[in-house]
């Protein structure tokens, strides 16, 4: 078959410190009074598997393509595994909890959840507005048991302002939060192991507090972090926002009129954060996208030119 840019049906995520920004900004369909506070664009987990939304692949799921066209989606033919990367959009209407990701060789010593490592590129940020990136230099493992029992963990992390354009790259071991009114593109690695550390007291819609993961948090939490752990970047128009071992996130800005190529060979998903366009492959398919989209570009698909107007874009690589 011929191979040709992807797009994905939104997996909304309802979320109690959620609410309705991702329809203000990219008039995605979310549902009316709900608290949806992450918009999945492009996932693959067990229980949340992205669906192709045109084309011939419409209706499969990302796993079901990659299984049967290996090769062509990801450029190798012995790929084995899920997506590398879980793509969303978070929407952070109240603050979210003091948490943490574990690593790779958290998870093997305890046998518990899957690593998570994760960059936040700020789409917008209200005057004021923060996250909690990091420990303050110096707090030990001992220190910050003795703030989680009483409940002074805030006072330990690093509040950091921000402002749209910004990405922060957030590798697992890191303790971190988002204060409110604050709307991010995450790309992470593809899992949904999170442990949470202190939830701010508050309630949940039966009138409870939500479960923390103590234990598991500390056992996952970096308390050796180096200062350059934790880089921000904050290109005007384009550059390069992360350089992991996980995955690569360029940004890019097209102005009218422009076309920009992709080579053939390697996959790359695009993250549309503003303007509206098309990409055209070798075989003169026309995928239409605006703000909002995540399109994934198969290693297979030869020419294909991106047509904008005004658009600002991430491309994400592994």
């Given at each position: 078959?011929?191979?040709?840019?992807?797009k994905?049906?939104?997996?909304?995520?309802?979320?109690?410190?959620?609410?309705q920004?991702?329809?203000?900004?990219?008039?995605?369909?979310?549902?009316v009074?709900?608290?949806?506070?992450?918009?999945?664009?492009?996932?693959?987990?067990?229980?949340?598997?992205?669906?192709?939304a045109?084309?011939?692949?419409?209706?499969?799921?990302?796993?079901?393509?990659?299984?049967?066209y290996?090769?062509?989606?990801?450029?190798?033919?012995?790929?084995?595994?899920?997506?590398?990367?879980?793509?969303?959009?978070?929407?952070?209407?109240?603050?979210l909890?003091?948490?943490?990701?574990?690593?790779?060789?958290?998870?093997?010593?305890?046998?518990?959840?899957?690593?998570?490592s994760?960059?936040?590129?700020?789409?917008?940020?209200?005057?004021?507005?923060?996250?909690?990136?990091?420990l303050?230099?110096?707090?030990?493992?001992?220190?910050?048991a003795?703030?989680?029992?009483?409940?002074?963990?805030?006072?330990?992390?690093?509040?950091?302002?921000?402002e749209?354009?910004?990405?922060?790259?957030?590798?697992?071991?890191?303790?971190?939060?988002?204060?409110?009114?604050v709307?991010?593109?995450?790309i992470?690695?593809?899992?949904?192991?999170t442990?949470?550390?202190?939830?701010?007291?508050?309630?949940?819609?039966?009138?409870?507090?939500?479960?923390?993961?103590?234990?598991?948090?500390?056992?996952?939490?970096?308390?050796?972090?180096?200062?350059?752990?934790?880089p921000?970047t904050?290109?005007?128009?384009?550059?390069?926002?992360?350089?992991?071992?996980?995955?690569?996130?360029?940004?890019?800005?097209?102005?009218?009129?422009?076309?920009k190529?992709?080579?053939?060979?390697?996959?790359?998903?695009?993250?549309?954060?503003?303007?509206?366009?098309?990409?055209?492959?070798?075989?003169?398919?026309?995928v239409?996208?605006?703000?909002?989209?995540?399109?994934?570009?198969?290693?297979?698909?030869?020419?294909?030119?991106?047509?904008?107007?005004?658009?600002?874009?991430?491309?994400?690589?592994?």
């Open positions: 078959m011929q191979f040709y840019p992807l994905f049906r939104p997996i909304y995520k309802q979320r109690i410190w959620g609410g920004r991702l329809r203000e900004f990219f008039n995605k369909d979310i549902p009074f709900e608290k949806i506070g992450e918009s999945w664009e492009l996932a693959d987990l067990p229980e949340d598997k992205s669906i192709i045109n084309g011939e692949l419409a209706g499969k799921t990302i796993s079901q393509v990659i299984a049967k290996p090769e062509q989606i990801t450029g190798s033919r012995n790929f084995l595994g899920r997506f590398p990367l879980l793509i969303k959009f978070i929407d952070a209407e109240d603050v909890s003091i948490q943490v990701h574990p690593d790779e060789q958290t998870c093997l010593h305890t046998g518990k959840g899957e690593a998570k994760e960059c936040w590129y700020i789409v917008y940020a209200e005057p004021g507005a923060v996250i909690y990136k990091g303050e230099k110096g707090v030990t493992k001992g220190q910050f003795e703030a989680i029992r009483k409940g002074g963990v805030a006072e330990l992390v690093r509040k950091v302002p921000v749209a354009g910004q990405c922060y790259f957030l590798p697992a071991g890191t303790v971190h939060s988002m204060g409110p009114g709307l991010t593109v995450e992470q690695t593809p899992s949904d192991t442990y949470r550390i202190f939830d701010w007291k508050r309630l949940d819609e039966s009138n409870k507090p939500r479960e923390l993961h103590t234990e598991e948090s500390l056992e996952s939490i970096c308390f050796d972090m180096p200062e350059d752990g934790l921000v904050t290109p005007i128009n384009r550059g390069r926002l992360v350089d992991s071992r996980y995955f690569k996130v360029d940004k890019d800005h097209q102005e009218k009129d422009c076309e190529l992709f080579s053939a060979g390697k996959m790359k998903t695009l993250v549309i954060l503003s303007g509206s366009g098309n990409i055209i492959d070798g075989s003169e398919v026309s239409d996208f605006r703000a909002g989209d995540t399109i994934l570009i198969p290693a297979a698909c030869e020419g294909a030119m991106l047509f904008a107007e005004d658009t600002q874009y991430l491309t994400v690589t592994v």
